[in-house]
């Protein structure tokens, strides 16, 4: 890989980190760019993208759940999404992008039109307690996402943020900081089984890393600075654009 394309891949490895502090799908940055500039093989390219995103997923995670602070059961949806994501990750080559692809479309579509009908819908801070009832519901919300993101991915952030917020009647930032460290599990469950697999480019997936991390980290205080209000907004932009894409990849 030449200069300019090593540098081009770091400029959009920290854009895509800041993109999933914020809100979720840096993969839609990293993962085109990655796709046209490398020459990688698919899988490679999926799997150098997950290293990048676990490291800067969790930096942001560390970052929000100490300014923000999160229930303890967030751990334990994460281990239910870890071992969800490894599982889809595993089954991804049973599945068509056929039928996943206008399923999410709808939901996404289901999903901007209700928070852009709700201003009310993640404005205010926790008012339901973590209840065994809620955390079971949460537990499986957590599993159902985690297997998409290993057989799909795009928006994995955005729909945890709206499951947690849904599930507790909490804020979008208190949800936002939940959803980065159960996010940061999915990741690594299907990082798990593409590093199994022999899929990872290290030295440069390691380069990546460094560059989304920074810009996680960006990300990070973005969003405790613009708070509930700016993740509504990044969260009504990211439904566009991935309803955009996957209409683009579906029909043309």
Known sequence: MD????????VAAAFAG???AVIGGGGLVLIPVLMSTTGMPAAAVLATNKVAAVTGTASAAI???????????????????????AGGATAVALISDDIVRPAIIVLLLAVGAFVALRPQFGAGERTRTVTPARTILALAAAAAIGFYDGIFGPGTGMFLIMAFTAIFT?????????????NTATNLGALTVFIIGGYVHWPLALTLAVANVAGAQLGARTVLKGGSQLVRYALLGLVVVLCTKLLIDEFF
Do not use: C, H, N
Request: aromatic fraction near 10%; avoid cysteine.
């Open 3 to 10: 200069l300019a394309t090593l540098l081009i891949a770091i």
């Open 18 to 20: 800041w993109i999933d």
């Open 63 to 85: 970052t929000l759940a100490r300014r923000v602070g999160i229930p303890r059961a967030t751990w334990a949806f994460a281990v239910a999404a870890f071992a969800a994501s």
């Open 170 to 182: 909490q804020s979008f930032l208190e949800s936002s900081a939940m959803a980065k460290v159960v």
